[in-house]
């Protein structure tokens, strides 16, 4: 019941410019936010040129998930308040709630900048017709990486080293990033690369033309009404208003953008010898006993726009030069691994239910750790937390950090003989350990300041500094009397040694970038990248003698110097964002010979939590006076309950009511969903409810579905028929050779409906019967890479696939019907990448043996 009311804990701060929305047991989470975002206000608005007034930001805990985004067409902002912590890369983060805080609030007043004639329109029709959210991913995400990197030297993606050291990886590669590539971001390393190639690419327009050149853009831009028509056709509008901006067009710039990277980057070189050659994301890295440990993720396309996820925990033999692995995941990572006793422990990423969110129905992120067995693979999951850190101790127990619940620092627990207890708590967020028979290292930071690393005694439940800086370090290895860690001086990833006795540090790389490094056969081993991601790297060990890094503090800001007037409020606040954001009266002719017309009204609005959405149609024909009006109504106010509504005028009424009984990201069963969906139609004479649920098993190359629905209507609850109906569909995917089988089957009886139901397989048209099997069979596979395409107009081919199948269908009186045959599907964009279409023509033979030739085409919008 609790669960059913959330809503009635809803309260916000206010200030002028923002309304952070929050559920009473955060009020610390919403005050950060709103320091940060009046501290930082006025920079942003600076480097984009405009201003937001009471702008939404609602607060949502989702676990260990770090993310925050910004919805421009109902104009408001999400943050989610877990801190980023162990990635594939050092986290140049000194405080989440500043960097993510500006990032969203620099979305929201570059993609809401507009005036004019432009301007009009969105005040009067909506923020849709806003011509800065017609912009490409690498100009939408590129300003924010740029506003995140502009508040500290130590802060924001642009200052960590990672983004500088892949630019570098490019040009050593001998390709530098086109605006093609950067415009439709193919399925390649790195993910999110509109991030990467638009932050480079901001800070070089910053640097070559002046910063001050970004709002005088974004208000030229924003002030062209035709912008939609920019997005197929970039010469209309984004190239017009950079010529009278910067003097070039924007191909232009970026030829110098490459150029300039190409003497920048000219020296850029990796170190070592590359011992793999499989890119793309590795994590961590142990050694032991001759082999090094570490998990590896990659993407597996498998159709159009549609990828499959792998992880993997590798060992790499050193004798042999070889990998294997020993663990496939069904989802990445949390934390680094560690090897104890012929064991290696890693922590998995599983959800539950209890989270204070709208975004994922309640449910949030945590950790399950694991205990494998090196020797026999044996595989346990010892226990589930909200594991932010751990490390095995001597004898075997467990030590980890978990997240303070409200509030800044962690809580430090022992899990040992299958009962965890808490120790102590700090004001550090802990987001390493290591350990051996002397030492436990951890790697923390206080708030606005970068991982450090200490000594924990135990005892005495205390840390001790032992490498402070304002840059980053991290990925430790204990050694016997000294440990290994990864730090980014200068922007650089390098590899040190730090002698725990003499207090030395000691440089075991220069230059390319190296982390996670460890020794095996008096060689160094690391992670080294190349243009394609990451792989195993191996040196000699050359020490060379770190001085002590030389760089200025971060300063921190001063939240009393604010002097804001804050001001209480609840649920009318968001009761007020219900405003439809959407609305667009229209005229159009209904007879070719523009003899009669229809006018009418479309709104589309929702609340700022998401918790309601709703959106309606109304239209009235001139000659008949006829009234068309459609509304829609999605609520998440009863989470994790999930409804929605249809109205039809005189027609029908629909509704669905969900409920996620059951989530896991682990191997089996990992989803129950029971739903009942319901309409009264064909004029409101009929009345169906149909209860059913989702059943979903998961492992790491297959997935299992399952939907069960019975329809029914009783003429004693106003249906004019009484009828009874079965439905059943299961779904199989398994991964190939490189691709994916796919078998899917389908079964209902539905013997009392007035109308058949009907179907279709390939090869034939539509199929009406009121009982029938369908099964259907087919593998898919990458047939090549394109990777081509045009700025002007906006259009990119990414990939080409093959398929073949076979489809099988029984209907009633003993008619079956079947056909086999291969398919064509190409990957096409536009829009920026935005609006996705897969075009496919096939080829089936059926039963009759008759050749059919299909065409077909389905489009995607990545939301």
């Known amino acids: 019941m609790v669960a059913l009311c959330t809503w009635f804990n809803w309260q916000t701060l206010k200030t002028d410019d923002f309304t952070v929305i929050y559920t009473e047991d955060y009020y ?21 040129g405009s201003r937001q007034r009471s702008l939404p930001v609602v607060i949502e805990d989702v676990g260990a998930l ?13 943050i989610f308040t877990h801190a980023p912590g162990y990635a594939y890369r050092l986290e140049g983060i000194e405080s989440w709630y500043r960097v993510v805080t500006v990032h969203e609030y620099a979305h929201i007043l570059h993609m809401s900048r507009s005036r004019g004639a432009a301007k009009m329109l969105t005040d009067v029709f909506g923020s849709i017709f806003a011509p800065n959210i017609y912009s490409p991913g690498w100009i939408t995400e590129g300003i924010t990486v740029y506003s995140e990197s502009k508040n500290s030297p130590y802060e924001g993606r642009l200052n960590d080293g990672f983004f500088d050291s892949y630019i570098g990886a490019r040009v050593h590669g001998g390709v530098v990033p086109s605006i093609i590539e950067a415009t439709n971001t193919p399925v390649d390393f790195p993910s999110g690369a509109y991030y990467l190639y638009g932050g480079e690419f901001f800070r070089f327009l910053a640097g070559r033309y002046g910063e001050e050149k970004f709002a005088e853009f974004f208000d030229r831009y924003g002030s062209y009404f035709w912008a939609p028509m920019s997005a197929v056709f970039p010469f209309t509008g984004l190239d017009i208003a950079a010529r009278q901006t910067f003097g070039k067009s924007f191909p232009a710039l970026f030829r110098e953008w490459q150029q300039d990277e190409q003497v920048r980057q000219q020296n850029w070189a990796p170190q070592g010898t590359k011992l793999t050659d499989k890119g793309w994301y590795l994590f961590s890295l142990e050694q032991e006993n001759g082999k090094l440990y570490y998990a590896r993720y990659q993407p597996l396309k498998v159709d159009g726009f549609t990828e499959r996820s792998l992880a993997h925990i590798i060992e790499f033999d050193l004798e042999r030069a070889s990998e294997s692995i020993i663990a496939s995941l069904n989802s990445a990572i949390c934390a680094p691994l560690r090897i104890s006793n012929g064991r290696i422990y890693y922590a998995t990423y599983e959800v539950s239910s209890g989270y204070a969110n709208v975004y994922y129905s309640g449910f949030g992120f945590l950790a399950n750790l694991h205990e494998r067995d090196l020797t026999t693979g044996a595989d346990r999951t010892l226990f589930t937390d909200d594991i932010r850190g751990f490390c095995i101790l001597p004898g075997g127990s467990i030590l980890y950090s978990k997240d303070k619940l409200h509030g800044y620092g962690s809580e430090v627990w022992l899990f040992d003989h299958n009962r965890n207890t808490k120790l102590f708590e700090t004001d550090l967020l802990i987001g390493e350990l290591d350990a051996n028979d002397k030492y436990v290292i951890a790697v923390g930071r206080h708030d606005f300041e970068n991982w450090d690393i200490y000594l924990l005694d135990r005892q005495k439940q205390s840390f001790t500094p032992v490498i402070v800086t304002p840059w980053i370090e991290g990925s430790v290895n204990l050694l016997d009397g000294s440990f290994l860690y990864t730090a980014n001086y200068d922007g650089v990833y390098g590899i040190y040694q730090y002698d725990i006795l003499t207090g030395i540090s000691y440089r075991l790389t220069s230059g390319g970038y190296a982390d996670h490094g460890v020794f095996a056969d ?3 081993y ?20 770190q001085h002590t890094v030389q760089a200025l503090p971060s300063s921190k800001p001063d939240f009393n110097d604010l002097e804001l007037n804050i001001h209480e409020g609840g649920y009318f606040d968001i009761f007020k964002t219900l405003i439809p954001s959407v609305r667009i009266p229209f005229i159009l002719p209904t007879r070719s010979d523009f003899s009669a017309w229809a006018y009418g009204l479309m709104l589309l609005g929702g609340d700022a939590t998401n918790e309601n959405l ?17 509304l829609l109504w999605q609520s998440r106010f009863f989470s994790p309950l999930d409804l929605s509504f249809f109205y039809d005028y005189r027609n029908s009424f629909q509704y669905s009511i969900s409920f996620p009984a059951f989530r896991s990201l682990e191997c089996g069963f990992s989803n129950l969903t029971l739903f009942l969906d319901g309409r009264v139609f064909e004029g409101f004479s009929r009345v169906e409810f149909a209860p059913g649920c989702f059943l979903g098993l998961q492992y790491p ?34 991964l190939l050779a490189g691709g994916e089988l796919r078998i899917s089957g389908q079964a209902y009886v539905d013997r009392h409906d007035p109308e058949a139901p009907d179907f279709s397989i390939r090869g034939y048209g539509d199929i009406a019967s009121r009982r029938a099997l369908v099964l259907t069979s087919e593998y898919v596979h990458r047939l090549c890479k394109l990777r081509m395409g045009l700025w ?14 076979a489809d099988y269908a029984a209907v009633e009186d003993g008619v079956d019907y079947y056909s086999v045959g291969c398919e064509l599907k190409l990957e096409a964009k536009t829009g920026f990448g935005f609006l996705q279409i897969a075009p496919k023509v096939g080829m089936a033979v059926t039963k009759e043996k008759e050749f059919k030739i299909f065409f077909g085409i389905s489009p995607f919008i990545p939301i």
């Not at 770090?66 to 999400?78: E, I, L, Q």
């Not at 195993?536 to 003698?545: A, D, H, K, L, S």
């Not at 997935?703 to 779904?731: C, D, M, V, Y």
């Not at 002007?792 to 199948?805: K, M, Q, S």
């Open 792 to 805: 002007n107009p906006n259009i990119y081919f990414e990939d080409l696939y093959w398929a073949v199948f």
């Open 526 to 545: 690391f992670k080294g990248m190349s243009k394609t991601g990451f792989d195993v790297y191996r040196t000699g060990f050359i020490p060379e003698e």
């Open 66 to 78: 770090s993310n925050g985004f910004a919805n421009p067409v109902f104009m408001n902002v999400h």
């Open 701 to 734: 190359h297959t997935r299992i579905s399952a939907t069960i629905a019975l329809p029914f209507e009783r003429q004693a609850w106003g249906s004019n028929i009484h009828r009874s109906a079965q439905e059943i569909s299961i779904g199989l995917g398994q």
């Open 614 to 630: 709703y959106g309606g149609f109304v239209a009235r024909e001139t000659s008949s006076g006829d009234l068309t009006m459609n």
């Open 28 to 48: 610390w989470e919403a005050l950060h936010a709103l320091h940060n975002l009046e501290y930082y206000k006025n920079d942003v608005q600076h480097v984009i």
């Open 522 to 524: 008096s060689m160094l």
